[in-house]
């Protein structure tokens, strides 16, 4: 399983798909596992693990190996904290790629579907017991939280802004179309 976060570190990881390539370092296959290199590309992701007797392997996986971008939630702790991932799932749970890491499910909507649509590959959620759920498209599960409101008091939002109450609202009605001549200037 992809953690992401190295053992007593608060830090979370969290990538931008819109600054693809991304070159970055994560735990991946496991707990006892070392960090490995991963370079990711629109088409490609190259992974270079290393390995404790020997040179350190590099794999050059295609994105079309990819099930897709998962949402994982896995619980921390006894207070009912959750650790919510975005990977790019495998087959091969050692290869399974982590993209996101928080611990809210409102802050990972948006880079989950921003990594859908990056990497062209279908959006994933895997339950509890492991099984790998596709949503459908109108599915509210892809829904986490409502976008917040831009103006916080309602005091504000029945009105023109100063600016907009300089100008004169548009005329309804048929547009003037003026035909005659034209005039070039000519020096």
Excluded: C
Excluded at 11 to 37: C, F, K, N, W
Excluded at 106 to 114: I, L, P, T
């Amino acid at each position: 399983m992809a953690s992401g976060l190295s053992a007593g570190s608060s830090r979370a990881l969290r990538l931008d798909p819109l600054t693809l390539p991304v070159r970055y370092s994560a735990q991946i296959g496991g707990m006892h596992e070392p960090h490995a290199a991963i370079l990711l590309d629109r088409d490609r992701a190259l992974v270079r693990r290393a390995t404790l007797a020997g040179p350190a392997i590099t794999l050059d996986l295609p994105l079309g190996n990819f099930e897709g971008v998962a949402v994982r939630m896995l619980p921390v702790g006894e207070a009912g904290e959750l650790r919510v991932t975005v990977e790019l799932l495998h087959r091969d749970p050692n290869l399974t790629l982590p993209l996101m890491v928080a611990a809210e499910p409102a802050d990972v909507a948006a880079d989950w579907q921003a990594w859908g649509e990056a990497l062209n590959l279908p959006l994933l959620l895997i339950d509890h017991d492991g099984t790998v759920i596709k949503p459908a498209v109108g599915d509210e599960t892809l829904i986490f939280v409502r976008p917040k409101a831009r103006r916080l008091y309602g005091m504000f939002t029945g009105r023109r802004g100063r600016f907009l109450r300089r100008r004169k609202p548009g005329r309804r009605g048929p547009m003037e179309i003026f035909a005659g001549r034209e005039i070039i200037a000519r020096n």
